[in-house]
């Protein structure tokens, strides 16, 4: 399902910041010549979908693709206008790198980068954890979203036409 973030009251967070910091995570907006390291992050992480998604918000200008980023590894990412505009999304962090708070900046990132162009809501699509995101930022659900923007959408099996059990 989805969900909905007001983005007139958020506001950076100075404590997250500074566990960013002292963890020696830098959360930074991707560059275009960095598309194939971060897709090749994705894709095994993540799956071909995410990379797809990824890559249309690396053509976007601004480019809304964000990245956390560690002695120069990708840790984690996060996009908006991906699949629609004023879509948060998709978003993740490598398994061994939860819960030290880089999905939270990654989301807080993306979200003000949405505010600052211009957007006054931001639409969560297909929200996984929905707990986190209305901690985090105060996110709704949005009643009736639960097929989405990703209703009737192709899978690999469907372009190759082999079916998988």
């Known amino acids: 399902m989805d969900m ?43 799956g071909q979908g995410w990379v797809s998604e990824a890559t249309a918000a690396m053509m976007r200008q601004p480019v809304s693709l964000w990245i956390a980023v560690k002695d120069g590894e990708v840790l984690g990412f996060a996009c908006y206008d991906a ?3 004023g879509f948060f999304g998709p978003t993740g962090v490598d398994e061994a790198m939860r ?10 990132a993306t979200l003000l980068a949405m505010y600052d162009q211009g957007y006054g809501y931001g639409v969560i699509g297909g929200a996984g954890p929905t707990g986190f995101y209305s901690r985090a930022v105060g996110a709704v659900v949005i009643a009736g979203s639960e097929e989405g923007i990703y209703k009737g959408m192709l899978s690999a099996s469907h372009a190759t036409g082999i079916t998988y059990s």
Do not use: C
Not at 19 to 26: E, L, W
Not at 99 to 108: R, S
């Open 99 to 108: 819960g030290k708070g880089i999905g939270h900046a990654l989301l807080l």
């Open 83 to 85: 699949t629609a505009r």
């Open 4 to 46: 909905l973030v007001n983005l007139y009251d958020l506001k950076r967070d100075a404590a997250l910041d500074q566990k960013m910091a002292d963890q020696g995570v830098t959360i930074r907006r991707a560059l275009p010549p960095e598309l194939h390291t971060i897709a090749s992050w994705i894709g095994p992480r993540f």
